[in-house]
């Protein structure tokens, strides 16, 4: 368990608003994923942070944006929901140390853009 | 083009009984490969992993191989127990680079 909470855990919103979701870890761990988790498509990075305000693209990052101002907080923040966006986000870290790739992951948000 | 595959996308075992989870990669530069378990309304958690350099882990009842001229790994559950019902995701990485992931199966083990 590294200590890795995500805010809200649960979001109803409408289309065309701005949402951002938070992901808050206390284990001082360098690296940061947001994931977004669909049926049918498995776990799909979205965007990753190797530092603070380091920040670089992933796999499905088009209408999602990240900063990353403190160690411990990393967001997402849908600037304009869509429907294609309703799914379950997922926040992991790794921390110095670990297994390079042995990733720890929150809890979930899961999000329905109506 | 999906670099990690899992093909079944749902497996159903008997208690007591061996499961074999299958996962395929594309990407001959993948150097190492896991897998992570998933339960309803929580995050994945990392089960077990396997560097290219070797072809078999254990880890208790779990264990991976890995087959790098088929490009294939497998894990193994023996004996499954009904809590081990979740979803197994596969996922492969390389050097410098991040996790890809596979679709994911869902495993029944049934009393």
């Known amino acids: 368990d590294a200590g890795i909470t995500q805010s809200p855990r649960h979001k109803v919103t409408e289309t065309g608003t701005p949402v951002t979701l938070r992901c808050h870890q206390t284990?001082?761990?360098?690296?940061m994923y947001w994931y977004r988790q669909d049926p049918g498509h498995g776990l799909r990075l979205i965007h990753y942070?190797?530092?603070?305000?380091?920040?670089d693209k992933g796999e499905v990052s088009d209408g999602y944006s990240v900063s990353r101002s403190k160690t411990e907080d990393f967001l997402l923040t849908l600037e304009s929901a869509t429907s294609s966006q309703t799914s379950v986000y997922f926040c992991?870290?790794?921390?110095?140390?670990?297994?390079?790739?042995?990733?720890?992951f929150g809890p979930g948000t899961r999000l329905t853009v109506t | 083009d999906q670099q990690v595959k899992q093909n079944s996308p749902s497996l159903s075992v008997q208690e007591g009984r061996i499961s074999i989870l299958n996962c395929d990669y594309t990407?001959?530069?993948?150097?190492?490969f896991l897998w992570y378990k998933k339960y309803p309304a929580e995050g994945p958690t990392f089960l077990i992993s396997i560097s290219s350099i070797k072809d078999k882990n254990e880890d208790g009842r779990f264990t991976v191989f890995l087959n790098k001229s088929a490009k294939h790994l497998s894990l193994h559950i023996v004996p499954s127990q009904p809590g081990d019902s979740a979803v197994y995701f596969c996922?492969?990485?390389?050097?410098?680079?991040?996790?890809?992931f596979g679709k994911g199966t869902k495993l029944s083990v049934k009393p």
């Open positions: 992991a870290t790794i921390g110095v140390g670990q297994g390079y790739y042995e990733q720890y």
């Open positions: 284990e001082n761990h360098r690296y």
């Open positions: 942070s190797y530092g603070v305000k380091d920040t």
């Open positions: 996922a492969a990485g390389r050097s410098q680079g991040n996790l890809i």
């Open positions: 990407n001959s530069m993948f150097d190492y």
